[in-house]
Each structure stands twice: as C-alpha cells, then as structure tokens.
C-alpha cells in the first residue's frame, strides 16, 4: 500500500470562502464609473463571442469587439458561449504581486476588481456579481481610489503577508524513472540508448533514480558504483508496510544528484534485458505497473521525511511539489492489482465496462489520489501500438498532476517527453480554480485538468464556491474551458466573469491569480455574428465533445452526429437567408461563421482531436 500522509492545511487562507455577512447600507448602492481607466485585458483568456472590453488605448493591436445576447433562448441556438483561459501560463512574477490578502465580496466571494462601483467618500463598494454591498477603508478618498492597483487591472496577483523571511532556495525534487524491461530485446535497447540521451541533457544538479518492474519490483540503490543493486519487492501485491520499512531499513541511496550517480545510473540502463524465461507476445507478459507505481512514489515520499503512518483526517494538498515519477511502459498490467481490466479477449467479449475493469479503474483512481495527496506527481510514457488501456491509466495521471503520452517508437519525442516532465511545472503544485459569473448566467460545464473536490476541507470551500474545483496539474499550458448558458434574459448592459486561482510557487509562497471580463449584452444579431471568434467556438464545441465521451455520457457516435446537428441548428436558428434547393428549403449558414463547419471537420478527422474522436485508447 501508498504511505497515507495528511499535510499541513494551509491552503485555506488563499482561497477562503466568503464570510455569510454583509453589511446593507440603507442609502443608495455605489454608483460605478461609465468610463473604466486600466488595463482591462487578460492575454490569457479567450472568449467564443470576441474579446471582452478592452482599454484600446493601452494596446496597439486591431481586436474585436465581444457581445452576447440579451435573449436567453438564443444561447441555445447551437453556437457555443464560453470562454478559454490558461491562468498558469505566466511565469511567476514576484515583482508583480500585492502582498495582501485579497478583498473579497461579504456575499458571493468575488474579489473586488475594476468593475465595482466605489463610494468614495465611505469606501462603500457595490459588487459587479451580486449587488452586495460592501466597505473598504483603503478605497476612502480619491486618491486612495486612483492609486488602487485592484481598479486599474483586470489580472491582479496577491500573495499573503508571512511572518519572518522567505526563503528563495528552491527545495529539492526527485526525478523517479520506472521502466519496464517485459519488451522485445529490440525495444528495450532503444529505450536504453534514449534514456541515456535524455539523461545527459538534464540539469546535472536533479536528483533522480530507477525502478525497473516485470513480474517483481527493483529498487535499485545507485550507491553501488561497482555492481548493480536493488531492494526486490513482489509484484503481485502493493508495497505492505513490512515491504516499505525494509526499503527504508536498508540503508541503500535510491535516489541522488545526477552529476553524483551519472554512471552508476547509466551502467544499470546499460545492463537491463528482458526476463529470460518469460517467452509470451510482449501484450502478455508479466508486468506489475500498480505495485512499482506505488514503491516509487512511496519512496520518493520516503526521500522527504514523509511518515509512512496515517493520520487522523485528511487535508488538501500539500504546498511544493515533492517529486515526479515517470513510467515508460511497454504494454498492459497484467499481474498485480490494476490489471484484470486490461485484458483484451475479456473486454472485447464483454462489450462493456466488467467488474474486473471497474475495479481497476477505481485502484488507479485511488492510486491517483494517495499520490497526490503525497505531493508527487506521475507521468506515462506508453511505447505500445497495441491498446494499453490509456483512459484508464489517466484515472490515476489526471488526478495527481500527470499525463498519459502514446509514442511509437523510441526517439527524439520521447526523450523530449522526458526532458520536458522533470521541469513542466517549475516547481508549482497545488491549484485550484474557482469561477463566479454575473446572476444571469449559469455555469453549466468547465473542461480541464480538474478533479471534484475529495477532502474535507475541500469539500467545506467547495459549500461556499459552487464552481470551485482542485487542478492537480499547475502548468503553463494547462487551460481551463468554461462553457455557460443564460438563465433569464439580461437586464444590464454586460455580463461579467471572473476565474480565480490559487498555486504554491517552488518556495512555498501561495499566489492567488484573479482575471476579470465584461462582456458586452445586444440585441443586434450582425454585432453578435461578427463578434463570435469562429477558431475558439470550434475549440470549445471540440472539447466538449471528447469530455462527453471521456466521462461516457455519450458515445463515439452520439458525440459525431451531435456536431453536426449543432452545424444544422446554427443555421436554423441565425441565418437570415434561405436557399431553395431539389431537396427543398434550406437555411444558408451565416456568411459570418463560414470558417466553423470546417474547423468541425478537422476537429473529428483531423490530427489534433480526431484520433481522440475515433480512437478509444488515445482518449
């Protein structure tokens, strides 16, 4: 079994929720500005209906103007309403911050922004979300207002106050590399040729070390430089407790500075075969992926000071990522716990999800959480053409942080692949993203490398955040895909969203991004057309379909025929023209979004999301 290790519980302050008060004043509500003066754009964030209000004078590029309806009905009319952001994708930028605690609403928990209307004579504020009025004393005065940061910016990063100094030492991670020799000779000597590529091009000051799993687990200790060594563990079973006190009882090195254990690790790669008598097909042959996942993250745990006890409670996430474990596999499990779903002849012959293939889902998923949990995140490098059940593996990759990768072949993208995971988050862990939006609008679906809340104290700030979610995975190209509706029709002149995220940095600090858009309401059908970015409509009917099919709300076909129904119903539904044809009256697609329908195409036959489309095991 995982080691089971409850973290300190400091995340909360950095996304607190909403205290249930507010002060109601019995004069009038704040008047906000009819003139915003800032920066009111987010290079980050894309929305399908055209940019949000943007300050032109503070950017010299040709943008278009964003617009929704103010009609509810017609967000259903086949066109997607959303909006795509990517809040990790800046480095971080410690000059930047506001070293406080951000100023949150009393009522919803939206942080104040430069949409808010402002008393300045109280500091009174009225909420842009909600109405709520809250009091601020450093918004008293005019010159309190004009120098506020919060009121000029639509991106604001805040970082709470600590007591005494920071340090800026970046802590120690450990690079964990299990591999799999249950593969053809031939294969496993490419492997050893790219791995001893890609480890010559990692910083020499990373600390790494090796596993390698067939039908045992090897643990090898890379302080024997004269022979190869390791702690053998079974691979038909978890690491029990007695299996981890004996790894951590040995007094072997399992991991150190590559520039410390380059040859000793290079000579063990160099060394490995094939298991001799094992003469099955490569699909068929032993191999214990679950048990070797969890010796590895147990012992880069271990590698931290970690107790290997439980505790009493869970808690979130811990702040620093601790480590990563990168898995080259060849093939299926096929013995240990997490294998009995990956036979071939019982799916295929079962024409559904068995009881066997539920159960190792759930051990993968659960193998996922422990990780995470445990600050380590884990990477899969699949080098098979034969289905290795890769949905099934992202129930483990998604919910710690990490990816699933299909290769081909051994080469330069897999040592890229490799390269690139020892650095991917820069040291950042721990998000979590929460979305508010005006009153009118509701949130139906936000697509991303997102879990549902798991812990307690998760779940508490998920009772106050309804569209609060926990995202493993803080890296720069992680985006976050909100697709919402109209609940009534709109009553003001602009809608408004804003995504707030939360991340650890390498030393600890926690940062608390926030990104704020108002989106112009009309009535205007040609202004709502022309306004529609037809590239990031497409990108969000894609991805919505593909979550559909990943989550099994809908099947591979339902998702294709669905598409194309959207391409109909557009038409119907915003075209003002209509074309007589033999088969008799048809509504012509507006000359606005000519480009979608062919997007749409890509997107189901194309490179990019038609592999997805077409092919479970790339799901």
């Known amino acids: 079994m995982l080691p089971v290790v409850e973290p300190s519980a400091n995340v909360q302050s950095a996304t607190s929720a909403p205290v249930k008060s507010q002060?109601?004043?019995?004069?009038?509500?704040?008047?906000?500005?009819?003139?915003?003066?800032?920066?009111?754009?987010?290079?980050?964030?894309?929305?399908?209906?055209?940019?949000?209000?943007?300050?032109l004078g503070c950017m010299n590029v040709n943008v278009r103007t964003g617009a929704v309806p103010n009609r509810s009905s017609l967000t259903t009319g086949g066109l997607p309403f959303g909006f795509i952001v990517s809040p990790f994708a800046a480095p971080d930028d410690s000059s930047r911050w506001l070293r406080k605690a951000a100023d949150r609403c009393q009522s919803c928990g939206a942080v104040r922004n430069l949409?808010?209307?402002?008393?300045?004579?109280?500091?009174?504020?009225?909420?842009?979300?909600?109405?709520?009025?809250?009091?601020s004393d450093d918004l008293k005065g005019r010159d309190a207002i004009e120098s506020c940061r919060e009121l000029r910016d639509a991106v604001i990063e805040y970082v709470e106050p600590t007591v005494g100094s920071i340090s800026t030492h970046i802590k120690r991670r450990v690079n964990m590399l299990v591999v799999d020799t249950a593969m053809r000779q031939k294969d496993l000597h490419d492997l050893q040729d790219s791995l001893l590529r890609a480890l010559s091009v990692l910083d020499k000051n990373e600390e790494i070390g090796l596993i390698t799993f067939d039908a045992v687990v090897k643990v090898y200790d890379l302080s024997k430089q004269e022979c190869a060594t390791a702690v053998i563990l079974p691979g038909t079973r978890s690491p029990s407790q007695y299996d981890l006190n004996v790894l951590g009882n040995s007094g072997a090195v399992f991991a150190a500075p590559l520039h410390a254990c380059f040859n000793t690790v290079s000579a063990i790669i160099r060394s490995l075969k094939t298991p001799v008598r094992d003469g099955k097909r490569v699909r068929s042959r032993s191999r214990c992926v679950g048990p070797a996942i969890e010796a590895a993250v147990a012992v880069v745990a271990s590698l931290y000071g970690q107790s290997l006890h439980g505790s009493?409670?869970?808690?979130?996430?811990?702040?620093?990522?601790?480590?990563?474990?990168?898995?080259?596999?060849?093939?299926?499990?096929?013995?240990?716990?997490?294998?009995?779903?990956?036979?071939?002849?019982?799916s295929s012959e079962a024409g559904g999800v068995s009881a066997s293939e539920q159960e190792a889902m759930e051990y993968f998923r659960r193998v996922g959480h422990r990780t995470r949990l445990l600050g380590v995140a884990t990477d899969v490098l699949a080098m098979s053409m034969l289905s290795i059940g890769v949905h099934k593996l992202q129930a483990m990759t998604m919910t710690c942080g990490g990816e699933v990768l299909n290769h081909l072949h051994f080469g330069e993208s897999f040592e890229s692949d490799l390269v690139n995971g020892a650095y991917r988050t820069g040291g950042r862990t721990s998000g979590v993203v929460d979305i508010h939006a005006s009153a009118c609008v509701e949130v139906q679906r936000i697509i991303g490398p997102l879990i549902d809340p798991a812990t307690r104290q998760e779940e508490e700030m998920a009772e106050d955040l309804p569209n609060l979610a926990i995202s493993p995975s803080v890296e720069a190209n992680s985006s976050y895909t909100v697709i919402?509706?109209?609940?009534?029709?709109?009553?003001?002149?602009?809608?408004?969203?804003?995504?707030?995220?939360?991340?650890?940095?390498?030393n600890e600090e926690r940062v608390l991004r926030t990104s704020t858009a108002r989106i112009p309401v009309t009535d205007n059908t040609a202004t709502l057309l022309h306004a529609v970015d037809v590239a990031v409509s497409a990108t969000v009917l894609a991805k919505e379909a593909v979550a559909e099919v990943k989550d099994g709300t809908s099947t591979l076909e339902a998702v294709k025929a669905q598409l194309n129904q959207r391409i109909q119903t557009i038409a119907q539904t915003w075209s003002d023209q209509v074309k007589v044809t033999i088969g008799g009256r048809m509504s012509t697609f507006p000359a606005q979004l000519q480009g979608l329908p062919l997007y749409l195409f890509f997107a189901q036959t194309g490179p990019l999301l038609g592999s997805i489309l077409n092919s479970e095991d790339d799901a």
């Open 23 to 55: 002060e109601r004043a019995d004069s009038a509500a704040p008047q906000p500005s009819k003139e915003i003066l800032g920066n009111t754009y987010d290079e980050h964030w894309r929305n399908t209906c055209g940019d949000s209000d943007l300050c």
């Open 115 to 135: 949409y808010i209307a402002v008393e300045s004579n109280t500091g009174r504020w009225a909420c842009n979300f909600c109405g709520g009025i809250n009091k």
């Open 312 to 346: 009493a409670e869970d808690g979130i996430s811990p702040q620093g990522g601790k480590g990563r474990v990168t898995v080259v596999l060849g093939g299926p499990p096929t013995i240990g716990p997490g294998s009995e779903d990956f036979e071939v002849e019982e």
């Open 484 to 506: 919402y509706s109209l609940k009534e029709d709109v009553q003001d002149q602009h809608i408004y969203f804003q995504v707030i995220t939360a991340h650890t940095t390498h």
